[in-house]
């Protein structure tokens, strides 16, 4: 047996049990007022964008995460055409968001701007070129405040692009029922809302305080989870609406609606879709 | 930050990462011709089975594993009476097995007498007086022997629960082509046969190879994979038979079967079955 | 580079750093109402005593430890007969201390039962048949309550062999005043004491602590470390006596008193006694 | 028992542990032809420099380990004027170097243009300006190379700050019996050389053969090891003469031959300088 030594990451999965991976090579590091970034080569998983340690998207499976977040969310709409993105500053789900031609605009709120001018300089295998696309507009600030400021009733589709809600105070309120009534304002008549939402086989507690205010305020509610290889463990989501019914869209229309759109997708399609929502999420018991 | 020191279990997820686990006590250890069984109490999994360093199975979520490995093999067959088990020294698979009431006779055929006893003596909590049952029949014999010797069309069922394919020249063998022609022969005119296969994300090559060795000699076929949380990915199952298609057994006849024959389930049943096969695996791209 | 997984023993040098030690075999385990313990084979290090996690001992360095902890302080006195040994349960403390043909008498006191008898049953490579030796007398009981109890001036050497200073409050007792004033008290007019004491350098505030204890109360005191390989740092002690001046005695006569006693060591001799006190200690300033 | 995740630096103390620092932050991050530079912060160590993942020097302790390389060669020799350095870019071994007054010339030797403008922008803590003294020389060049080419009897200490001798091929001619007869060659009549060695009590062998190849070339030899807290381990020196008896000279001399040339010390002097020599080195058995 050798030894393996070198830089490792070693990710918190929970506070009970870690994931060590190696670093290859550092490409690029900065510090901002927020929080440290790191464009980094991961062994097996290729560029990695990691920030304050937390690996946030590899090359190898970044897909994955990305098109599980967005396009439930916008097919689930007829016609989306204006979007707000909370986070996401390496600019991939804007890409995803971008693949739909029904779209006029799609905002995209980031609260640190070092975070999306590094994703400019080096994350172009992630952004592809989104940030330059006349639709799209860039606001560098908090995404509470950006919401609370927004007028209602003005958007299609919110997609909610956060870090974990157990990652502390601050993360805690972009979770919170105060929050999503204000996302549900600013949504049209027929919005749709989708969140990441951490764990919920380990973080049971937080998760279900996250779907239990996302139940207070939408009529409309669905439940999945996905398998991220390098997070190690299924990234939950959370997706509502004013007045769709996420079981309603069967799977012929979501596949018809992508394709309509002229959306390619690696990961999910019509049967996938179904496969998440069949499937729902396990609650564990873990969290002290 | 605090340190963290003590007994730790590096399972390696793959060539390229690790997961690092904390082991509170340990109950006990001990060592046969061909293994090291350990029973001890990892940090949030509670109880599990440790052999070879590598974790088999934990109090938490076992059920994921093991009911996604028997049930949908068990239920695609109209009425499984006689059931081969290759493997499975804990009593699990078994456990699950006879919680059909169609079943007259379960063989279970482990190489290990050590950890069959070890299991006897330990994992209540796992095989909850499964050997004990009079349907069951324990078998200390290397499986392979066992099948080639088996009479022909003898099983409904034949359920492989076996280490990783990629675990070393030994493992490969129970998923060579030979040794599927053996299991075709020993089943029944309907007979189904089910095994789990590793990883096919970060194992592609091993896992196309034991899929192919399927297709070769099974003419129905479906693959499907689950998250099990103590494993940190999905473990992939290839689920085969000789007549019966997977894929047209419904939702509502999936889980009539379950309430006829007496099966209660904390994970798996007709949506989620559906889940699975809707889903299907990813087949990476990262084994060397 | 291949993975390194299995069980690793996980040791916290101090709260920054860890080294990782690689556990081949688990020959043994039990646990008593104080403690863990566990002979285990340490890649590279051998058979080795861990209790509740932490390296007591390996079988390729102990001498190393044992030699720097014992001969000092009994090569300090011209006849020592009656010897006090606190903790060293697994008795290689006590065969150092046997050695020396000037014993009449070698009380060895540990609070573990469990320990000692572990050691009886698996540790011969250690004590080596000490405890059969009709010198000794192996009494289980609290050090501490041992010696509050012990008759004044009884003993002519007092070794303790305990558990860190900064291993909690109970060991913490074992460094005090107090205890160094009972210490002196229970040894002869020309009587001599030596204790281990951690690390110096990692420790710093922890081990001013205990020196200046041990300088409140004997006239005669001196200080050294020594590298264990295990430990993966050096091992402080605290040389100290009523009488005699540790700087006093010479190279030459530190090697004829080994040698009259009949005393063969791997480690220790005239020349590195003097390399030890020369040396003398670093007091780092890491400690919080 | 908090959770430690993070950026970890795993040091291979040799193939069968490994030591694991905390990084609180990457400082710079160079590449060049020949390695990977970076300067990190440690977790208790403070500012280190890092090359291909191994510590070369912290803040809190590389004190320990230049003035252990580079004074007791100095002072061995009565008037040390010309004086070479191979390897050392960090520019701490010519800051020691420098510190002697009777230096009219010191060239330093360094393979790795981008170490040593790496050094002058960031580690002013370790070189405190000695690239800019008027009696400094700095080369870019193969340290063998420029040995090989340099005119005989032309210094009168050479001092080796290199990688381990068991870091790879290229590492091990530099503790070839050829170079140390050019090393030989290039020294005065009454010249003197030191190398630092790695570590003869887990590399045993290569230990052997850097001391034998040494023993063959010069007639005056002495070993001697340190601890330094960062490496885990203690480093062997090996300091040979053609003339000179490290044995003979007194503590008293040790001390006024610094006192005498202006020399401060934080670590070495007179009486250590005699601990090291008596306690000598101890060779382990444990390299394959």
Redesign the interface.
Known sequence: ???????????????????????K??YA?E?SKYQ?I?LVDI??FGKSLVID?LIQSTE?DEY?YHESLVHPAMILHPEPKNILIIGGGEGATLREVLKHNTVKRAVMVDIDEVVVNFARKYLEYMHQGSFEDERAEIVIMDGYEYIRKAPSESYDVVILDLTDPYAGEIAKKLYSEEFYRETYRILRGDGVMVTQAGNS??YNKTYKYVYENIEKVYPQIIEYWV?V?SF???CNFVLASKTYDPRKISIEEFDERLCERGVNTR?ING??Y???I???V?I?D?EK
Request: net charge positive; charged share 20%; hydrophobic share 40%.
């Open positions: 047996m050798e030894s393996s030594s070198g830089l490792l990451l070693v990710e918190p999965t929970t506070w009970y049990f870690q994931s060590m991976f190696r670093i090579k550092i590091y510090k440290e790191m062994e097996g340690n190898k994955i086989f380990f398998w290889p190690t463990y299924t990961f049967k996938r179904y496969s998440l069949y499937m729902g396990i564990g873990l």
